[in-house]
């Protein structure tokens, strides 16, 4: 009963109904969508940082200097591959991926592709979770024997092949002819925007001898080193650098002639970053939902003043109290569910348009529709309670007075 009572009190005046409902709409609408946004650049971080593997560490050749200039890490190649299987005998080391890059065009019949060339060993797809989509990878045995074999990222694939099946097929890198035994599956753009699927894997003993030189035997650009865990990461890296200062001859008080970064560390801080805008996005768009509270409220009120005669005449016939304040607090339920409803499929559909016209990745769950309904009510509620509280509270004499 007291349900239609309310429900014909707004139909009365459907026009302030609908303002005081469209300040919760558009509340909620804000909020769903600004957490799918925040929440999709979390995504887009974590995906990112999952494809360049888990638990990593660098190890940089040193740097040098020239005429005065001190050049950055990586300028002298001081590591080896006696490097690498020597960390990878440390204990806490799960794999070691020793790595020299260069960039080569690669040719295909009429096609060719300028990409980078990355000669590493087996170990280089655990180290990066790096599955194939097609074909098999190159051995030991290749490594040992320079084999000219060659593994395609996706791009490379599309620029040289197109459509074709690029396994078994050969292509020519600098004049020269390499077999293709299989293609990586598919990785996306990495942290700092490049693409990781545009490149190819050789042999690092075919890009020393056969492809990009080396200044001295077995000479690479960087090792990458997987730890069983994030916890023995510091420990690996404290037993790294006491190795390969021992290995290059270093003695006490002279500086390292490589470097050391905890590549997973770099990759938790944009993370978090993600996160806090996520948080921060959600707390912006929340304040719309205050500012509908604050509508309704003032809507209310109006609807108080407007109506008091009625609640004189009601009280006056035994209505109680706790009748006037459940019918008041009844509409504004009403109207803040309402809006809260229609703002659900508002946010969901703006933050799919979001997806499809400005092709930002957009992730809607259950989660944020439920707390943004949940708040929206509670707000709806709270800012609802005094108009009813100060209908209910007014003295039946003086409310029929009331002109």
Not at 34 to 52: K, N, R
Not at 325 to 335: C, K, N, P, T
Not at 360 to 367: A, E, I
Request: aromatic residues 6%; glycine residues 10%.
């Amino acid at each position: 009963m007291m349900l239609v009572e309310a429900w014909q009190a707004m139909g009365a005046n459907r026009l302030r109904t609908f303002l005081a409902m469209l300040g919760m709409v558009i509340g909620v609408g804000a909020v769903v969508l600004m957490l799918a946004i925040g929440q999709g650049a979390q995504y887009s971080v974590e995906q990112a940082i999952a494809s360049i593997g888990s638990n990593l560490l660098i190890i940089l050749s040193g740097s040098s200097t020239s005429g005065g200039l001190r050049m950055g890490s990586g300028s002298v190649m001081t590591l080896t591959l006696g490097d690498a299987q020597a960390i990878s005998d440390l204990p806490g080391i799960s794999a070691v991926a020793p790595t020299l890059t260069g960039f080569a065009q690669a040719v295909n019949g009429t096609n060719n592709w300028g990409t980078s060339i990355h000669g590493v060993t087996p170990s280089y797809l655990a180290v990066h979770d790096w599955a194939l989509s097609e074909g098999y990878a190159f051995t030991d045995q290749d490594v040992r024997s320079g084999a000219r074999v060659a593994i395609l990222g996706q791009t490379a694939v599309e620029n040289l092949f197109g459509n074709d099946d690029p396994v078994n097929k050969t292509i020519r890198i600098n004049q020269s002819p390499y077999l293709v035994v299989g293609v990586l599956e598919e990785k996306g753009q990495s942290l700092d925007g490049m693409d990781q699927d545009d490149t190819i894997l050789i042999p690092v003993t075919t890009a020393q001898r056969k492809l990009f030189g080396a200044p001295f035997q077995g000479s690479v650009r960087f090792i990458l080193v997987q730890a069983n865990s994030a916890h023995a990461m510091p420990s690996a890296e404290k037993q790294m650098t006491a190795l390969l200062r021992q290995r290059h001859h270093i003695q006490a008080g002279r500086d390292d002639d490589f470097s050391i970064r905890n590549l997973t560390a770099a990759a938790n801080t944009a993370a978090g970053t993600a996160r806090t805008m996520s948080m921060m996005l959600g707390a912006i768009a929340s304040i719309s939902l205050l500012v509908g509270g604050i509508g309704i409220m003032n809507i209310m009120l109006v609807s108080v003043t407007e109506r008091t005669r009625e609640i004189g005449i009601r009280m006056a016939i035994g209505a109680r109290r706790r009748d006037i304040l459940m019918q008041f607090l009844l509409e504004a339920v009403i109207i803040s569910i309402a809006g809260c409803t229609i703002g659900v499929f508002f946010g969901v559909g703006g933050a799919y348009a979001v997806n499809r016209f400005a092709q930002l990745t957009v992730v809607v769950t259950g989660v944020s529709m439920l707390m943004a309904f949940m708040v929206a009510a509670g707000v709806g509620v709270f800012f609802g309670f005094y108009p009813a509280r100060k209908a209910a509270r007014l003295k039946p004499i003086d409310a029929i007075r009331h002109r």
